[in-house]
């Protein structure tokens, strides 16, 4: 039987005054992505792993025959705004070796009164390697952004770090704008002993701004760790990382490299534009793999 009848669908209309007090909180996405490695044969591969929006998972990259598993991070949504709580877990097996990155900056946008939070937490297992070199984060003007980054290192694993802001949308005029921005890493070894970065920017309620780090427009981290490696190559390769801060030093760009209380090594800089910190980091890294592992330099993709 052919029916001729219409049903009617009356269209959901959401009053003005609920779109009015509707709470910030409830537009922040709570997302996960879990990542864990095992190393399979001459090569680093995914085991189990979670992936929830606005997170999307790529399968491991292949760069060369070392075996190191590359993958990156891509938030399709183009970066956290406020009441986003987003996390990272990252869990290498033994021997497992790995490179993570993200395709492009990660952005803050203004928030009101919600914070955006990103947490992410690594275990590095024994004799395990990774190499975390994220793009840099780029805090708009009245943003506010939370991050921590927790990492554990089993017995012979090593750990290079990396971890940049900019003073916000420097071609906007947004210099240092951000209303807070909060940065916690810390790095465990396997005796106990920890490495911690902890700091808090709060520019516009800062008597005296922020110092004169407000002269700059790139602040970066670069750690280096690991209980397995010979102090008489921690002592190498500071001398190296030293050798490339110094032949940057009248282009732009400030730094210092030491060696903290675990056996590595810290590098700090502030730079006046992004290429020059980039080339700069590009070398550091790349003196890194070639003293601690005699491993080439490697190219990043992108996509």
Known sequence: MRSTGRSAVTPLVIPPSVRRTARTATIGRVGRLALEYLRQGDRTVFGRTKCETPWHLLPPIYLDDSGSAYTLLVNPSGGLVGGDQLSIDVSLGPQAHV?????????????????????????????????????????????????????????????VLWDAIASGRIAHGERWRFASLENDIRIRI??????????????????????????????????????????????????????????????????????????????????KSAPVMTQVLTELWAAVRSILWRMPATILRKY
């Open 190 to 271: 396997p005796s106990g002993a920890v490495v911690r970065e902890h700091y808090t920017l709060n520019p516009a309620e800062a008597p005296a701004g922020i110092g004169v780090v407000a002269d700059w427009d790139y602040v970066g981290s670069l750690f280096v760790v690991g209980d397995a490696v010979l102090s008489t190559h921690w002592a190498s390769l500071e001398a190296a990382l030293w050798e490339v801060l110094e032949k940057w030093r009248d282009q732009d760009l400030l730094g210092g490299v030491s060696q903290p209380s675990v056996p590595g090594v810290v590098v700090k800089l502030v730079a």
């Open 99 to 159: 490179l993570i990155s993200t395709p492009s900056a990660n952005r803050v946008y203004r928030s009101l009164k919600q914070d955006a939070v990103q947490e992410v937490r690594i275990e590095v297992g024994e004799e395990g390697i990774l190499e975390w070199m994220p793009e840099h984060t780029i805090p708009f003007a009245g943003s506010r952004f939370r991050q921590r980054i927790h990492a554990t290192l089993g017995a012979g694993a090593a750990l």
